[in-house]
């Protein structure tokens, strides 16, 4: 996203088979300077979340040659980080995640 919203930086993530989990920074400016350019109306997240869906839906059905197919729930989960402790206990919960794959409920696989 940083490519085409220069106020959008990703964190931390992982793809998972079933999901994606990640850290989104979005900088809105600093009030205590001048801006030095052009800086673009920052969208609200829905809006830069809805992008990158249609974008990475586009590209893996053009890969994969399945035209239209729906690839994303409806929704997504968000939430504020607040401070550097709950901002580590989230990067620790998405580097753990993929070990956490074989005992998922959602794993077709899990247990086997």
Known sequence: MSQQYDYVYSGEYVVMPNNL???????????????????QKC?????????FKTI???RINNVQKTFGT???QRNYYEHIIRN???????RQYIADN???????????NAGT
């Open 21 to 39: 989990h990640g850290i989104i920074i979005i900088r809105r400016g600093d009030s205590r300077i001048a801006p030095t350019r052009n800086t």
């Open 43 to 51: 969208k609200p997240l829905s809006r830069l979340i809805g992008a």
């Open 56 to 58: 990475s839906t586009k």
């Open 70 to 72: 729906k690839l994303w």
């Open 84 to 90: 550097e402790e709950e901002l580590n206990r989230i």
């Open 98 to 108: 993929p070990a956490n794959w074989q005992t998922d409920e959602e794993n077709p």
